[in-house]
């Protein structure tokens, strides 16, 4: 009798050690490969807010050419003295260190864009020059706009963190005249309104907005809106600033003083 051949079981694959489920926020967090998209995403959405910001304070400060009333009341508004009773300018100030803190996170975020030495600049200085496109230029002149504006607008929301109280009709008129300011108020409404205009710009072109079946139209639109959105808000900024000077110089000799409200048991 023939004995069968042994019949071998087939081998079993080795246990691998188990990998721990990780939640989905780690994850997330742990893909490095879609960082760069997530970081683009996330300068996008801080210029769109800081544009927006801009926009409102914008605004807010221009109430002054509809009277010293009015201003008067926007200030007290944002210390909510319509809510608590009395103004509280510590309110102004974390709002300001808000602003500051999206200023720098999307400083940082543009900054991972920037040339990073000498030969980077110089490859796309040449690469500008020779592609003469205009978006391209744009981008170059947001880079100088945004650098300008790293150390102009720092110093005007350390004004706003640092003395909310003098926020009024007559305190920010003597700021801006007395204090020697307008100039950097004038440098800074410009350099601004340029930066801010370009990037919506960049941001509606990037994520499709108001986009048809013709992109040649819509880049064409796009740009009329830019200029129209640059020339109403520097034309409006100067306005505004003029009313602070005009202010400022008629203050001048009472420096200090504060304004009076109509009703007389409020102050500035």
Known sequence: MTRPADITAPALPATQPQT??????????????????????????????????????MGFVSSILISHEAFYRVARFFEGAWLLGKPYPILVSLVAAGITALFVLHAWLAMRKFPEGFRQYRAFVAHKNRLRHGDTSLWWVQVLTGFALFFMATIHLYD?????????????????????????????????????????????????????????????????????????????????????????????DRQGERYHPATASERS
């Open 20 to 57: 721990p489920c990780l939640p989905r926020w780690r994850r997330w967090l742990a893909d490095s490969r879609r960082w760069p998209a997530r970081l683009d995403l996330l300068q996008s959405l801080s210029g769109l807010l800081l544009a927006l910001f801009l926009i409102a304070h």
């Open 160 to 252: 706003m963190l640092s003395q909310p109280e003098l926020i009024g009709p007559y305190a920010s008129a003597d700021r801006v005249w007395s204090g020697s300011m307008w100039p950097l108020y004038l440098m800074l409404l410009l350099v601004v309104e340029v930066h801010g205009s370009i990037g919506l710009y960049r941001l509606a072109l990037k994520w499709g907005w108001l986009s048809s079946d013709d992109p040649h139209a819509d880049r064409r639109r796009l740009r009329r809106l830019r200029h129209a959105f640059s020339a109403f808000f520097i034309v409006l900024g100067l306005l505004t600033l003029s009313a602070y000077v005009e202010l400022g110089r008629a203050h001048a």
